[in-house]
Protein backbone atom coordinates (compact mmCIF):
# COMPACT_ATOMS: atom_id res chain seq x y z
CA UNK A 1 0.00 0.00 0.00
CA UNK A 2 1.41 3.57 -0.66
CA UNK A 3 0.12 7.22 0.13
CA UNK A 4 -0.65 9.96 -2.27
CA UNK A 5 -0.65 13.75 -2.16
CA UNK A 6 -1.49 15.35 -5.02
CA UNK A 7 -0.64 19.66 -5.56
CA UNK A 8 -0.35 22.09 -8.08
CA UNK A 9 -3.61 22.58 -9.19
CA UNK A 10 -5.26 25.88 -9.66
CA UNK A 11 -6.68 28.70 -12.14
CA UNK A 12 -5.25 29.09 -14.90
CA UNK A 13 -6.04 30.43 -18.40
CA UNK A 14 -6.29 28.60 -21.64
CA UNK A 15 -2.88 27.87 -23.70
CA UNK A 16 -1.38 28.51 -20.12
CA UNK A 17 1.09 25.52 -18.83
CA UNK A 18 0.37 24.01 -15.50
CA UNK A 19 2.30 20.83 -13.19
CA UNK A 20 0.96 18.69 -11.17
CA UNK A 21 2.98 17.04 -8.23
CA UNK A 22 1.88 13.64 -6.54
CA UNK A 23 4.50 12.80 -3.60
CA UNK A 24 4.40 8.75 -3.14
CA UNK A 25 5.25 7.27 0.38
CA UNK A 26 5.43 3.63 1.26
CA UNK A 27 7.83 1.22 1.81
CA UNK A 28 7.07 -0.27 -1.20
CA UNK A 29 6.55 2.63 -3.55
CA UNK A 30 8.96 2.32 -5.72
CA UNK A 31 7.14 -1.22 -7.34
CA UNK A 32 4.35 0.72 -8.19
CA UNK A 33 3.54 2.58 -12.19
CA UNK A 34 1.49 5.16 -11.08
CA UNK A 35 -0.72 7.08 -13.09
CA UNK A 36 -2.79 10.55 -13.95
CA UNK A 37 -6.42 10.21 -13.96
CA UNK A 38 -9.24 13.27 -14.03
CA UNK A 39 -12.72 13.54 -13.32
CA UNK A 40 -14.53 16.70 -15.32
CA UNK A 41 -17.33 18.70 -13.43
CA UNK A 42 -20.30 15.57 -13.74
CA UNK A 43 -18.62 12.94 -15.33
CA UNK A 44 -16.85 9.63 -14.80
CA UNK A 45 -13.46 9.71 -13.72
CA UNK A 46 -10.80 9.28 -16.81
CA UNK A 47 -7.80 8.29 -17.64
CA UNK A 48 -4.77 10.88 -18.42
CA UNK A 49 -1.36 9.81 -18.07
CA UNK A 50 0.32 7.13 -16.26
CA UNK A 51 4.26 6.22 -16.27
CA UNK A 52 5.34 2.65 -15.39
CA UNK A 53 7.40 1.89 -12.20
CA UNK A 54 11.02 2.63 -13.52
CA UNK A 55 9.67 5.60 -15.52
CA UNK A 56 10.84 3.90 -18.82
CA UNK A 57 7.12 3.70 -20.14
CA UNK A 58 4.61 6.13 -20.50
CA UNK A 59 0.73 6.20 -21.71
CA UNK A 60 -1.10 9.05 -22.99
CA UNK A 61 -4.81 9.91 -23.42
CA UNK A 62 -5.46 10.79 -26.83
CA UNK A 63 -6.95 14.00 -25.71
CA UNK A 64 -3.60 14.77 -23.66
CA UNK A 65 -1.16 13.49 -26.33
CA UNK A 66 1.35 16.50 -27.22
CA UNK A 67 0.19 18.88 -24.73
CA UNK A 68 0.67 17.07 -21.64
CA UNK A 69 4.18 14.65 -20.28
CA UNK A 70 4.34 12.48 -17.31
CA UNK A 71 7.23 12.14 -15.74
CA UNK A 72 8.47 10.85 -12.01
CA UNK A 73 11.52 11.19 -9.92
CA UNK A 74 12.08 7.85 -7.99
CA UNK A 75 14.89 9.58 -5.83
CA UNK A 76 12.63 12.25 -4.90
CA UNK A 77 9.54 9.57 -4.61
CA UNK A 78 7.59 12.04 -6.85
CA UNK A 79 5.46 11.68 -10.16
CA UNK A 80 4.70 15.22 -12.51
CA UNK A 81 2.13 15.97 -14.72
CA UNK A 82 3.39 19.11 -16.83
CA UNK A 83 -0.03 20.35 -18.61
CA UNK A 84 1.01 22.88 -21.42
CA UNK A 85 -1.38 24.43 -24.04
CA UNK A 86 -3.98 23.82 -21.57
CA UNK A 87 -8.01 23.65 -22.26
CA UNK A 88 -11.35 24.79 -20.53
CA UNK A 89 -11.90 20.82 -21.41
CA UNK A 90 -9.02 20.04 -18.90
CA UNK A 91 -11.13 21.39 -15.99
CA UNK A 92 -11.37 18.93 -13.68
CA UNK A 93 -10.34 17.33 -10.33
CA UNK A 94 -6.77 15.48 -10.93
CA UNK A 95 -6.10 12.35 -8.88
CA UNK A 96 -2.66 10.43 -8.99
CA UNK A 97 -3.13 6.23 -8.45
CA UNK A 98 -1.12 3.79 -8.05
CA UNK A 99 -0.73 0.17 -9.16
CA UNK A 100 1.18 -3.37 -9.26
CA UNK A 101 -1.17 -4.36 -12.45
CA UNK A 102 1.49 -2.94 -14.86
CA UNK A 103 -1.06 -4.80 -17.92
CA UNK A 104 -4.14 -2.40 -17.24
CA UNK A 105 -2.75 0.88 -15.99
CA UNK A 106 -5.20 3.05 -18.20
CA UNK A 107 -7.97 1.45 -16.13
CA UNK A 108 -9.13 2.84 -13.63
CA UNK A 109 -10.21 -0.22 -12.01
CA UNK A 110 -6.96 -1.52 -11.65
CA UNK A 111 -6.06 1.33 -9.23
CA UNK A 112 -6.51 0.73 -5.20
CA UNK A 113 -4.54 3.69 -3.62
CA UNK A 114 -5.42 7.08 -4.83
CA UNK A 115 -4.94 10.89 -3.51
CA UNK A 116 -7.30 13.34 -2.14
CA UNK A 117 -7.09 15.35 -5.86
CA UNK A 118 -6.19 18.90 -6.83
CA UNK A 119 -8.71 21.28 -8.79
CA UNK A 120 -7.71 22.53 -11.89
CA UNK A 121 -9.72 25.01 -13.56
CA UNK A 122 -8.90 26.52 -17.08
CA UNK A 123 -10.29 29.76 -17.90
CA UNK A 124 -11.33 30.67 -21.90
Known amino acids: QVQLVESGGGLVQAGDSLRLSCAVS????????VAWFRQPPGKEREFVAAITRRGDNEYYADSVKGRFTISRDNAANTVSLQMNSVKPEDTAVYYCGATLDYLRMKLRRAYSDWGQGTQVTVAS
Open 26 to 33: GRTRSSYA
